[in-house]
């Protein structure tokens, strides 16, 4: 039962998330801005609707999944040392 | 972000802030392409205004006693072009015709809607009508018109896909005055 | 506590609305989301109002076909678009018109497409209603302490 949240975690590192954080806002945002182009030049409102729906499910699948893009400067943990105890 | 989890919540959420731009831009553009297509300034012509006044007794026609109640009702031409209200966010325009004339005191005034009609496409947006029959038999509060004079005219409202409802009024307005109730026939 | 101050902004109890029946359709559909304003002193012909009537378990929202009113008092009668006949027949026996002091909740001046739909589905669809909470139980399992 414990094990669950693991099964669906799929990590990025940390620099990963930056490059997540900064890839989402500029994939949805300027898709914003060109799903309203999108429609105001056809005249047409569910266009827009219809854009808009195509930027975020391309944002999911480019954001999402835990691709190798994401995991290239994985966390360098230090080797444990060994300490000889003197008594 | 470390998750498959957050990171779709991120994206979701950032959908949503993204969405209330698009709301904002939508609705701005609406509002920019009213004014630019002159929305507000659109001509009507209003003809061949026939009234006549008649004294109903249902309750539905405004009777609350034996005495009735004076309804009016119309007969009109239409002439406009509502294109311009006609946009990329644009639901339906409603467009109904109204008589406004005063009560009895200064400060009292009555508005009454004897026609309106739905357009939801705007192939039909030009109207060319002729001897229209007003739907709706209207009354006062009070018992009668007494012959008032009123002003008759044709507003709209717009319905938008997203965003505020827009109203309003075209502009060749026309004067009639309610009609002399007619005898009742024996 | 947005929604008590938006509330109060606008004047009306509940400013935000789901449009629940098909008596203004086209113009609205069963989901739609509704925004009141209540401030305004009076209304014009014209404008979409919701207004409850003693009784009835939900508040109507019609357009007003006719209004009469003097530095006082407004009177209203209000006609839903799609509905062939004015409410007279929704009213209280004898009450002809709508006071707009007292019968008015508020003024629609803003509309969002579908998106109370969601609101309606919790409420009257049973099926919906246990599925989203069978989701939220599942969706504990995959949360970490």
């Known amino acids: 039962m414990d094990a669950l949240p693991d099964l669906i975690e799929f990590p990025i590192d940390f620099v990963g998330q930056r490059k997540a954080n900064r890839l989402t806002n500029l994939l949805l945002f300027s898709g914003a801005a060109l799903s309203v182009l999108v429609g105001f030049v056809s005249q047409s409102f569910i266009n827009t609707i219809y854009a808009f729906a195509g930027v975020f499910v391309l944002t999911l699948v480019a954001i999402v999944p835990a691709w190798p893009y994401f995991n290239k400067n994985p966390v360098v943990w230090l080797k444990p040392k060994k300490i000889e105890i003197l008594l | 972000m470390f998750s498959l989890l957050q990171r779709g919540q991120q994206v979701s959420n950032q959908a949503i802030s993204a969405l209330s731009y698009i709301a904002f831009a939508i609705i701005a553009l609406f509002l920019a392409q009213l004014h630019f297509d002159n929305a507000y300034n659109l001509p009507s012509q209003i003809a061949n205004i026939e009234t006549s006044t008649n004294i109903r007794y249902s309750y539905s026609a405004g009777s609350t006693s034996a005495k009735g109640k004076e309804n009016s009702k119309i007969k009109f031409d239409i002439d406009t072009d509502l294109s311009s209200l006609f946009n990329w966010n644009t639901k339906q325009v409603f467009v109904y015709l109204t008589a406004t004339y005063p009560g009895k005191s200064p400060e009292s005034s009555n508005r009454v809607t004897y026609w309106d009609k739905i357009i939801t496409d705007p192939k039909d947006a030009k109207l060319s009508l002729k001897s229209v029959r007003g739907k709706y038999s209207v009354y006062d509060r009070e018992f009668s018109f007494r012959e008032r004079n009123a002003t008759l005219a044709l507003e709209w409202n717009i319905q938008p896909w997203i965003g505020p409802l827009v109203f309003g009024t075209l502009e060749g307005g026309q004067g009639f005055s309610f009609s002399k109730p007619e005898k009742p026939r024996k | ?145």
């Open chain 3, 1 to 145: 506590m947005t929604w008590k101050g938006l509330s109060i902004v606008t004047n009306a109890e509940s400013p935000i609305v789901v449009v629940l029946t098909g008596s203004m359709e086209p113009a609205f559909q069963r989901g739609d989301l509704l925004f009141l304003w209540n401030r305004n002193a009076r209304n014009a012909v014209g404008d979409v109002v919701v207004y409850n009537i003693e009784g009835k378990p939900i508040p109507i929202v019609h357009r007003v076909l006719r209004e009469h009113h003097n530095d006082k008092k407004q009177f209203l009668l209000t006609k839903g678009d799609n509905n062939p006949v004015d409410d007279l027949g929704l009213y209280k026996r004898k009450q002809q018109y709508l006071d707009k002091d007292k019968d008015i909740m508020g003024t629609v001046y803003g509309y969002m497409p579908r998106v109370g739909y969601v609101t309606i589905l919790i409420t009257e669809n049973q099926y919906f209603k246990f599925g989203l909470l069978g989701l939220l139980a599942l969706s504990s399992l995959f949360q970490r302490e």
